[in-house]
């Protein structure tokens, strides 16, 4: 089977978290992705959360599957030619550098182009532009400056940021969405393009319900909030616990257990149409025809006690119970998983999104494979480069250098030390 960004080849000049998730997921569909880090040093993630000594850390290792590693340094006279000779033969150019980095090393935009009128000049920055533009940027900068923070959390504590990377691994999917896009149009113009991805605008894409709320604000309050009925509603959106962001209400309740096991949760919700059933389920008949229960609208400044209702009963029940009995009503809940849960989970292992890999430095990992599933595109996770790992490979295979050219090119200095390991 082939893979659907075969042929596709992409220059990676991304570091830490967000560019490399987008190159990620390109070189998980077939594309061949060419990580291009600095000498002796390579992403700073690799040394980044350490757990085995002097091996790669899963930092690294898990947001670089697929990739080739070639050490340029790309202010030595050489590396900055080999660099422009890649410009000219890759398809996309993908960096995720603090503003005007590139500017700095003389890859203006107009010099890609002039290089190869083809190329994508892919780039995520913390801003678009604005008074913040010039601005680096990290995850939690991301999250508080897309409206996340101010939105997540309980209503008597602090802006909360969540464990989900919005900010990196999401702002990564959305310039990888970019890149195919603009692929695409290239088929048709015959041109490249520039795709920008800031992450506060990726963040705030993926919290549009908060800016849908803050406009629903200027004519009420936000009934399903638990801050209704009796809370106060200022003049922003504020945060709302665990209440759900859609219109049918739901929250986080114990179970079997919760004493003791900081998971025993389930998230529940009370689905309009299956209100009967949950009645019944919970033992109480009595609230299906109960004018003060019985419609959603009534039901609204009811909320809390309904929830602390249902959760008398779930706290009798493991959370799995709680799944096993309401999917029998079709009630929608969903159990919170720990992290040791997902990793031991069965299911996620036969899909590939939980995949063991190999490493030679560190042996064997977990990882998350490709959430993306195509039906005719296989999608293999292979583990990370080592730094440096494909330098000769690159030269020879891909820039098509002859062996004086490899030679001149290693002595130059530009590509650091011989790598360790020979390419494979
Ligand atoms: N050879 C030589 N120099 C190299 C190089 C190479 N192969 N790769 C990088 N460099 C140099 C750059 O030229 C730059 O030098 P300069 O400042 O003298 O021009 C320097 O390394 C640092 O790059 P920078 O991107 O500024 O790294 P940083 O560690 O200072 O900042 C971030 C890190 C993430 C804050 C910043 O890159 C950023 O804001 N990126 C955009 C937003 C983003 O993606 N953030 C999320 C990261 S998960």
């Known amino acids: 089977m082939t893979k659907a960004l075969e042929g596709v ?23 061949d992705v060419i990580k291009i880090e600095r ?16 091996a790669d850390s899963l930092y690294f290792t898990m947001l670089n599957h697929n990739k080739r590693s070639l050490t340029l340094d790309t202010k030595n006279k050489k590396g900055r030619e080999i660099l422009e000779e890649l410009v000219k033969i890759c398809d996309v150019m993908v960096e995720n550098f603090a503003p005007g980095v590139l500017d700095r090393m003389g890859l203006t935009w107009e010099r890609v182009q002039e290089l190869n009128p083809r190329i994508i000049l892919a780039s995520i ?16 900068i991301a999250q508080c400056a ?20 919005i900010g990196d691994s999401g702002t990564g999917l959305h310039l990888a969405l970019g890149i195919v896009t603009a692929l695409f149009q290239r088929e048709k113009t015959g041109r490249g393009q520039k795709v920008l991805a800031a992450m506060q605008d990726g963040v705030l894409n993926l919290c549009r319900v908060k800016l849908r709320d803050q406009q629903r604000l200027a004519h009420g309050p936000l009934k399903e909030y638990p801050q209704y009925p009796n809370g106060k509603f200022g003049d922003a959106v504020p945060r709302a616990g665990n209440a759900s962001g859609g219109g049918q209400p739901g929250w986080i309740l114990k179970c079997k257990g919760w004493e003791t096991d900081p998971n025993a949760y389930v998230y ?15 033992g109480k008949p009595e609230w299906i025809t109960d004018p003060n229960y019985a419609k959603p609208e009534a039901r609204l400044p009811h909320l809390k006690d309904i929830f602390a209702t ?41 899909t590939g999104t939980i995949v063991e890999v190999d490493h030679p430095e560190r042996g064997r990992y977990l990882s998350v494979g490709n959430p993306i599933k195509l039906s005719d595109s296989v999608s293999e996770v292979k583990r990370s480069p080592l730094l440096g790992e494909h330098n000769e490979d690159i030269l020879r295979n891909v820039l098509k250098f002859d062996d004086r050219t490899v030679l001149e090119a290693l002595e130059s200095g530009a590509l650091g030390a011989a790598p360790s390991i020979a390419a494979k």
Not at 18 to 23: F, L
Not at 270 to 281: E, R
Not at 316 to 344: R, W, Y
């Open 146 to 165: 897309g409206g996340s923070a101010s939105t997540t959390g309980f209503d008597d504590g602090p802006p909360t940021v969540t464990g989900a990377q």
């Open 268 to 282: 529940f919700i009370t689905q309009a149409p299956v209100w009967k059933d949950i009645c019944t389920v919970i």
């Open 125 to 140: 920055k913390g801003f678009g532009p604005g008074p913040f533009e010039d601005y680096k940027v990290y995850e939690n």
């Open 310 to 350: 249902i959760e008398e009963w779930t706290k009798t029940k493991t959370k799995f119970e709680v799944m096993d009995i309401c999917s029998e009503h079709d009630i929608p809940c969903g159990p919170i998983l720990s992290m040791k849960e997902i990793a031991e989970d069965q299911a996620l292992r036969e």
């Open 39 to 54: 000498p002796g040093v390579g992403d700073i993630t690799r040394g980044q959360l350490r757990d085995v000594p002097n």
């Open 9 to 31: 080849r992409i220059l990676d000049f991304t570091h830490v978290q967000s560019g490399p998730t987008c190159t990620q997921l390109l070189a998980w569909f077939g594309a």
